[in-house]
């Protein structure tokens, strides 16, 4: 009996994160995880710095783990590995070359040290099979925005488990090197596609080798120096921008952490070949001339602390705007970042004439697939089941729309939800009932799974409204009030409202007098929630706004 | 000597408000003012209602003004209508039949009451004139997708000023009452032309009557009933939608506050011209077949608290969704809402089978013009002066360089920032050092414009990681501390954190005798300050949180 569980990424983007069970003794079984990335923050999360994977349904199965397979190195596919993998006890690691660095690399930057426990498996050869426990694992080559993403096939006796990772089919690949998925159709029948379908609605597309074409025009025809701006997990277009600049004798700085840490990882691994002056220091660019100097940096995304923010706003240390610079968005817009993004772009066009994005002249294209590429690869691999993942919901379901148009069953297609688990057998699928908890695991800070919905509600509230502390210090024995104090953040500036801060004062007393009862007992619990009630109730009338309020009573 | 004054609207999307002033005297001008928008908050504007245009300008000039226009009905245009023209004294208002009743409505529903101190001049003719002081003012027909939208134009003896409003060329208007702009060009030179740019990178372009056709094949072939969501400012579109369905019998149900007021105000005045039948109650679907039914309603942007959410979530009192309904996004996406409407989208595909949106047919085009229009427009008019405004700088930036490419000199063109004053005499255009104070005016709640930037960022603090409250009760006269209580919101589960709490409590001990002077002296205001410095850092080394910490210090 297989088992396919979702832990993440079929109802967003990000977290992406697979288990592949194959065992009919509940205690014993093989595991084979794919991915373990990490999600940005939605917009009700206010203070999370990211989501990973809930690896909860692996708690006690740790030992029965055979490995954990990266597709490739973005962080939404290894983000949450150091995290991750330290809960599961640094199960095997495997993954071609420069995912493993990218791995090593964040492993260790999360927990200094940790890298040493990682065992690891190459995947140096692509051809070469390998046996996780009962399952059959091959490789093979998948065409996406960085170098050595794969796919992997997991053969087990009831039946085949495909799974691309990302992936797109480059009609026109800028480096050449076109990749298809027909040999997947010889895998051992039944065959269970889990795809990627994020494109799944997408219709217009363009190839890498326009884009490429696009901006080294731009490049060659630029007076001044350049400044561009691209996701650094686009490792395969940086590497084709430096060794472009190599040819026409521009030097490349580069700013940005995730940037810099690439290009280190792909040159060191010798995915990109330049002489070693092509590539100079940030703080050196002030001994060549303008129209020698381009600038690979971070921030499309108009993130506060990148380097484009920073040089914008005239934090940079070395680069400051000049009027001929020629700015270039190499970039799409994730979404929730289109505010952001016309911030930094209304403050590049004050200070520079030539700013240059995607919505003006096809200098970018992410690594996905389109609506008829998901068609393609279906008629190519011909699975029998068909399972879209790594997207939010209605996706997947127009993933299923599409597969359905080329004339695919629809009985045999799945929309699976994070933490459903739908099972093989000989007889076919099956979805369990129960499903495993996938609920959200936060990293604020140092902590990790700490952040609950209620302190999450919380700040959504003082976001809103802010908040009014109200001490009450009263004496114990005549139970009169000796001292109010009152503080606000967020919500009036009290300075400006001596008003209501004296009108408050003067409710405590009467709400006091009034909870207290006759023989001069007092539940400071229920004084608090009075006050919560009433001085509530009196700042709602004033101001219609609905602070938190935070009463604390003290006896002396 | 005219002034051109932007307000608002020319470094965002909305608070649109134009001032033009006319006059030598410091004492004496004459003052025209041109659209009264709101704008909605940004993403770092928690708890913002919205924000209105800043009238400082005017203050003290309340006198001089001869009149406020308004070129159309939607809410970047007059939604600050209550607040502002309370601020200015109510000078007469000056629109059509549809705008001013909907202004109207608007400000007796900010002020009841306040309706009746309108004083207002209907624009029923379109082609009489009327003179404003000194401003010989002249309206025209514009193209937009509310009814009754005009432009105007100003007469004055250095020039003519021409401002469109929102605009754009129709090539194929569904009701086939096609507009030009030709006939601007005859008025007096020198022609100063103010156009509406959001636009201006756009290439695209679509017509009504696909988006109608594309509409009415939808609901003609739906076999349920169909939710249909769209802006309730589509005020032509819903006239057409409706006269449709009455056509082929379908009852149409409207809901939402703002689609049941536009419809409302449309059908008084004979915009909209249905059988009494046509249009029925909520209430009343349930009489009907599911194939007789059309919902109009809002909620497209997946605002939390508007029908299409409620329905959704089932909390609408009428309305539960089934699988064979029809639900229908005719609408784009406004930048800042596209999570939103993701997870709106997620939750819809999770309880019908037939959604239908803008990415995948042809079912929603703005009002606005593109790039090759603000060309045409150019050329048909032939201004002397391009001023572009009513949208971001990058934009205004972009529409001068389609300015340019059609021939337009760079030199007669300015992108001004709001407070921007350029003066216009015999002479020339003049930018004026001095800038008109634009600073947000924020409402929220009943307060307008009590909110600064300083509660902002407290909400911001309070947002990220935050509060933790110390209040410490003192013995005055021993300076011993008798009673430390700490309450956090947002930060950590107190309950969880004893330890964290408990070790406070005994640094506060320790604060207190390190702040107390020799002689006993105290001062709580240097209590609080090393309780901030100090506790933050503990909690900081602990958790990598900076939660804002609100010391109490009290002495008894």
């Known amino acids: 009996m297989l088992r396919v569980i979702v832990i993440g990424g079929n109802e967003e983007v990000g977290r992406n994160m697979v288990v592949f069970e194959y065992g009919t003794d509940k205690n014993n079984s093989d595991i084979v995880v794919v991915d373990i990335g990490m999600q940005f ?21 740790e030992k029965r783990i055979r490995g954990v397979i990266f597709t490739h190195g973005h962080l939404d596919h290894i983000g949450a590995a150091p995290i991750v993998l330290k809960q599961l006890g640094y199960p095997p690691v495997i993954s071609r070359e420069l ?15 940790a890298a040493n426990r990682l065992k690891t498996i190459s995947v140096k050869d692509i051809n070469k099979k390998l046996s996780l426990g009962v399952f059959k694992t091959k490789f093979f080559e998948v065409e996406h925005s960085i170098m050595d993403s794969m796919g992997v096939a997991l053969e087990t006796p009831v039946g085949t488990v495909i799974h691309l990772g990302d992936w797109t089919i480059s009609h026109d690949p ?22 990627e379908s994020l494109g799944a609605i997408k219709t217009g597309t363009s190839s890498e080798k326009i884009v490429q ?7 060659k025809s630029a007076k001044g120096r350049i400044i561009l701006a691209t996701f650094a997990s686009q490792v ?10 190599e040819k026409i004798g521009r030097k490349v700085a580069l700013d940005g952490y995730s940037m810099r840490t690439n290009v280190e990882i792909a040159k060191e691994l010798g995915y990109i070949k330049v002489n070693k002056d092509t590539l100079i220091p940030i703080n050196d660019i002030h001994k060549y001339k303008d129209n020698e100097i ?18 914008v706003t005239d934090h940079h240390r070395f680069i400051k705007i000049q009027k001929n610079d020629t700015i270039v968005f190499s970039s799409s817009v994730i979404p929730g970042n289109e505010r952001s993004i016309q911030r930094l772009k209304d403050n590049l066009y004050r200070k520079c004439d030539n700013v240059i994005h995607s919505d003006i002249m096809d200098i970018h294209m992410g690594g996905h697939s389109n609506a008829s590429d998901i068609q393609e690869v279906i008629k190519m691999v011909k699975p029998q089941y068909f399972l879209p993942v790594y997207a939010n919901h209605f996706f997947l379901k127009e993933a299923v729309k599409r597969a359905v148009e080329v004339g695919f069953p629809k009985g045999k297609t799945a929309v ?21 908890d996938t609920s959200y695991v936060f990293v604020d800070g140092l902590g990790v799974g700490d952040i609950g919905h209620m302190v999450l509600r919380d700040r959504q509230a003082l976001a809103e409204d802010g908040m009014y502390t109200i001490t009450v210090v009263l004496k114990a024995k005549s139970k ?38 006759e023989d001069m007992k007092l539940d400071p619990k229920e004084i608090e929630v009075a006050i919560r009630e009433r001085i509530g109730e009196y700042l709602f009338q004033k101001t219609q706004r609905r602070p938190m309020i935070l009463p604390v009573v003290i006896e002396v």
């Open 41 to 61: 923050p939605e917009e009700d999360m206010p203070g999370i710095d990211y989501i990973v994977p809930n690896a909860s349904y692996l708690k006690g199965k």
């Open 99 to 113: 995912t493993l660095a990218l791995v090593k690399k964040k492993v260790e930057d999360g927990d200094p040290g």
């Open 174 to 195: 800028a480096d050449g090197n076109k990749i298809t998925y027909e040999n997947l159709s010889k895998l051992k029948a039944p065959r269970i596609l889990l795809l």
């Open 213 to 219: 074409g696009n901006l080294e025009t731009l490049i």
């Open 236 to 245: 395969k277009r940086i590497k084709l921008l430096i060794e472009f600049c």
């Open 294 to 311: 381009l600038i690979l940096c971070t921030g499309a995304q108009g993130e506060h602390n990148a380097a484009l923010n920073k040089i």
């Open 416 to 436: 699976l939800d994070n933490g459903h688990i739908l099972e093989f057998s000989k007889k076919g699928a099956k979805l369990r009932k129960e499903k495993a």
């Open 480 to 517: 009169r009030v000796v001292n109010t104090q009152v503080t606000s953040r967020g919500f009036i500036f009290v300075k400006d409202n001596f008003d209501i801060v004296n009108e408050t004062k003067q409710k405590i007393i009467k709400i006091v007098s009034d909870t207290t009862s």
